[in-house]
């Protein structure tokens, strides 16, 4: 009998690279976005209008590990088909909003199938590489996300063009795509054949502690960091991970296997991609702002405008790949966090209220795609390639809700500098400032990249 040729790993890389392109596009595509939905809306708050991002993101950082358990426990496969078609359903009612409240609402369950594809894609990737092959793949898979984070104003930019509706709409074919090609090509042995149980306990808590940081840090400008409702809610956020802690201690398969904290690799990396991301987050947000806000760029100049960083993205993450064998991935990750301190530097320096396009925004833009590349992708591949074999669904989330709280916290430190009763029309010296803030952040990652060791390929 004759068998069934197996997919080839250049279309399983691509079902997976779409679907964390996609997931990423759609937590930045809206910033250029904003003042078309708030003229659509009648809103005019930039603190409103930023939950059309915040709601997708904090849905997405607190249901991250539990869709990552799930993941280990019913299988990547399953999980990455069920969640192609939440996302794709949800940007469905997200184009066809009457209103900025529905279209908030259906952020959230974007948010949720988000949940679903992020972790499964990665652990997917992991599973069909082979060992030699592991973080040349997953820095090709977080370039692709870095992508489409900063590729979002620029696609944003076109679709606002014909109606900002399109930046959601564009999602319902390539999700049936994703679709398509996953049901007949994706792997299915990736179940956990022991059907350890799900720490039910441990989801409510984790996922509420997430959820409660990521809602008082995008709160926090608007209500003010002393007022009662903020300090309620993080004093929440720690009561819920002191519960959580205390509760793993005592299950035999908690949700979080803290074992998972004790490789050197995977804390270390994480801990520095955090700080990292909250700069790039601050950077991405602002400079859409300053185009449209200070320089009266159009959206779609305004996405081409940003597209030389993303454009280098791509360079930057093959050169880094011999770079950190020669030199070491802790060597490369910290000298990407000094380009990117370097780039916002400059940009904050050089930068003035008259266009000045090349000597300032233009420089920046490249030494920050270098940046992200060195630092941020090669964080991401030690983080995933230090992970155990049975946890890498569950680690892989932990890895991307790392990476959406620093999110969170780097729209809440842009909000709380640009004040939340600025106009969107008055943030040139607030954009400033959060540039230096973001500078401050990737230096705090320098030292966590150090710690860095050299893992041999295989090792776990």
């Known amino acids: 009998m004759k068998h069934a040729k197996p997919p080839s790993y250049g279309l399983l890389f691509t079902i997976v690279s779409s679907s964390a392109f996609m997931v990423n596009l759609d937590l930045w595509v809206a910033n250029v976005a904003f003042e078309a939905i708030g003229t659509d809306f009648d809103v005019a708050s930039l603190a409103r209008l930023s939950w059309v991002l915040n709601a997708y993101t904090i849905t997405l950082a607190a249901s991250l590990v539990l869709f990552g358990r799930m993941g280990d426990r019913f299988g990547q496969r399953r999980l990455f088909l069920v969640g192609t078609v939440l996302f794709s359903v949800a940007s469905a ?29 990665l652990a997917i990737l992991m599973q069909v590489s082979a060992p030699e092959r592991r973080q040349s793949a997953v820095r090709l ?100 991970v002191a ?11 908690p949700l979080i296997d803290p074992r998972l904290l004790q490789i050197k690799n995977f804390r270390n990396a994480n801990i520095a991609n955090i700080a990292f991301s909250v700069g790039f987050s601050i950077l991405l947000i602002s400079l859409a702002l300053w185009c449209q806000a200070v320089w009266k760029y159009s959206a779609l100049r305004t996405g081409l405008a940003l ?119 008055d943030l040139s010296t607030p954009l400033k400032n959060s540039w230096y803030a973001g500078a401050v952040f990737s230096v705090i990652a320098i030292p966590f990249c150090l710690m860095l060791i050299k893992q041999p390929v295989g090792e776990k």
Do not use: K
């Open 141 to 240: 898979w977080s370039a692709v996300g870095g992508m489409a984070a900063a590729l979002g104003p620029v696609l944003g930019g076109l679709l606002v063009q014909i109606d900002w509706r399109w930046i959601f709409l564009a999602n319902v074919p390539i999700g049936c795509l994703i679709l398509a090609l996953g049901m007949g090509s994706l792997p299915r042995a990736s179940a956990d054949t022991q059907g350890r149980p799900i720490d039910v306990l441990g989801s409510i808590l984790l996922t509420g502690a997430i959820g409660a940081t990521c809602l008082g840090l995008v709160q926090a400008p608007e209500w003010s960091w002393a007022d009662w409702r903020t300090i309620t809610t993080f004093s929440a956020a720690g009561i819920f």
């Open 307 to 425: 597209s030389p960083g993303p454009a280098v993205v791509p360079i930057a993450v093959v050169l880094s790949i011999p770079l950190s064998r020669r030199f070491g991935s802790h060597r490369v990750s910290a000298a990407g966090c000094l380009l990117f301190c370097g780039s916002v530097l400059w940009l904050a320096h050089s930068i003035d209220t008259n266009p000045n396009y090349a000597e300032s925004l233009l420089v920046s833009l490249l030494f920050a795609g270098f940046g992200f590349a060195f630092a941020a992708a090669t964080l991401i591949a030690v983080a995933a390639e230090s992970l155990p074999s049975g946890s890498t669904t569950t680690g892989s989330a932990m890895i991307n809700a790392g990476r959406q709280l620093a999110g969170c916290l780097g729209v809440s430190i842009l909000v709380t500098i640009a004040g939340s009763q600025h106009a969107i029309s």
């Open 243 to 253: 519960v959580f802690a205390s509760s793993a201690s005592r299950r035999p398969e």
């Open 93 to 121: 009612v997200c184009a066809a909003a009457p209103d900025v409240n529905v279209l908030i609402i259906a952020r959230v369950f974007q948010g949720l199938g988000a949940a679903s594809l992020l972790p499964t894609s």
